[in-house]
């Protein structure tokens, strides 16, 4: 049964970019008006839908970054086993809990358990994806050109990723005006220091 | 007209990928929390969500088993035909019935009536997998060099899976917690006892 | 600027797959029950569901219908050009309007005007892969090995579903029974007579 | 890391196909009737969704125009780079965004902020294109044979439509009639003219 485990990655690439589509697009479908009856009040409903929109954007742009370091690692894998099918089914069930977060940060961005779950589904995103990448490093499925020790060096600093997102979770309890502060630094993270070292390949 | 024999799978494949990609991702949106007007009743309307919560998640379990199944049995197949593509589409629509399910179940979830539904539909999506892969068998859609008996006996295996659904579905009307066991013990089937012999392919 | 008129049909391919897995999937999602108070009303309930989840399956086997014809259709395009994808995008509006009509016959299904519009979004659909059809004989798009004739044939017997779907619409004035039993029909030409003449092709 | 700068632009492609299929199409589910009581009525609530259809319909032809422009311009391209897909990312936000004003226009039409935040909408988006075409062409990521000059026509010819959508914007503050004129007038930029100049291509 050779060829099972030969499959290519084409249709778990599908797959995934049928899910995550879904995930970022639909997310946009909370961002609602209802009829406003007189024009006095359209700018404190506008107004009321910024912390929404704001959590929209956020996740929007970690989920971005998933994708393209999703597209980059399976762009370097030759092909895909029944247990790597299941790590990526683990990366996407925690990318599908994204909007449930985002809704209820949107819906309560003031509650510190919102930016609890919110920090968490990301930490276990994150966690997730670094898992799956250990499996491809480990079992030899990366294309024989590509380089290891690069894939190694962005799991390790994935590992600061995962501890602002771990971080972000708790110090909610304390102020979550801390956590959102740290729900800004991991994007940031994946643009800027990047123009120092070109050659580097960040993930999440 | 012999070409028309020999259409590729990759375009039902693409299909079923988006469909069972949105089954899966839309699923989530039902987990909603409206805005909570004092931070008392947080945890509480977070726990009005666990049973909500818990029947997504059987069902993205349920629906990502049926994807790596149907993903290595169409991996297998030679080409499509027209009645294939109808199979196909049956399939589809007792997946596509899946969310019903999982609303009614997460609601209602003391409701025998839910349990019921919720076990028929995997029983049909179940029923309509198994007619698939028998049809395929029949008409030598599978390559060559794939072992028609492992088929054989996989089909075999999904019949008990069709009984527990069945069962699942019966016995909630004496008591819904036996049907809850039984939700849980066929996702269980196909990852626990895989282990033992490593070249069985599981499906569905 | 030749090979701009040689594209390949995959991404037009890819980009209805998307769509119909879409309208077919999301409609679903009307399918809804409230939490239930008392073990008393479930049936009335679910039976109330009846006239949106009889809309929903018949929508479900049209679209399949259209679906199955377009990937039929587009298996046997040498290209595509710029105009076609006008043409399929034309056609993706109308089948998109079919959850609009699906969700008011399915609230609504006593309503003359709830008939009138389903029938007519179905009459447009049908009338808009007419065209598309007609486009792709005139233009010499089909591989050389393809038969006109059966397409012209497919086109004729087109007609007659285009008739019936307009002489639904426009009956459902006197009674919506009569229009009912008229979209049960059209399904029904496409299962039912093929078993005679095999190596002929349905379409819409 | 060379092949990483070769990645096909397949998969971009899939990506972006997902979320205009799905922009598109969910879109359709604001078209919604709800029970109605008495047959009086039927008409008085299908003239209230006229204003929604014609949002939706418009939204729907712009972000057509927007699909066939982007398959014309990625047909076109050699491969794709890490900065590309973040180009693409950022004309997906801003397509995303479409729904949202589709919905506040459709449901408050003759306020000027729904027209304002419409036409900023298709601004960014159609600026966003622009500034992904730049890219592509000042990076020669064009096969070798594509006529650079007719993209810099097709980027100058753009520059039109991003004035009329900011100048759409701007004007709802005079009059939201003046903007609903000038959204008419950008999709048919794309259609009537083109028929002099046949060799010409146009995008967004």
């Known amino acids: 049964m050779n060829n099972i485990n030969q499959i290519p990655t084409s249709r778990i690439e599908a797959f ?14 909370d961002l609602k008006l209802q009829e406003i009856p007189t024009d006095k009040t359209v700018w404190s409903e506008l107004i009321k839908l910024t912390p929404k929109f704001i959590s929209y954007a956020i996740s929007f742009l970690m989920l971005s970054i998933m994708w393209v370091n999703h597209h980059q690692l399976f762009h370097q894998i030759k092909h895909t086993d029944r247990k790597l099918l299941w790590y990526s089914i ?5 990318m599908s809990a994204v909007p449930f977060g985002t809704n209820f940060i949107g ?7 919102a930016s609890f779950f919110y920090g968490f589904i990301f930490f276990m995103s994150a966690l997730s994806f670094t898992t799956l990448r250990n499996y491809v490093i480990k079992n030899n499925l990366l294309h024989d ?38 729900f800004f630094i991991v994007p940031a993270m994946y643009f800027i220091p990047e123009k120092i070292t070109h050659s580097n390949i960040n993930t999440l």
């Not at 995934?16 to 479908?29: E, K, L, P, R, Y």
């Not at 819906?107 to 358990?113: A, D, E, G, K, S």
């Open 107 to 113: 819906v309560n961005p003031l509650l510190w358990q």
């Open 145 to 182: 050109s590509i380089n290891k020790q690069s894939h190694i060096k962005i799991r390790n600093k994935n590992r600061v990723a995962l501890c602002i997102y771990l971080l972000a979770s708790f110090v909610s309890i304390v102020s979550v005006y801390i956590s959102f502060v740290l």
């Open 90 to 94: 683990h990366l996407l069930f925690w």
């Open 16 to 29: 995934s970019d049928g899910i995550i589509a879904i995930i970022i697009t639909v997310m946009v479908f």
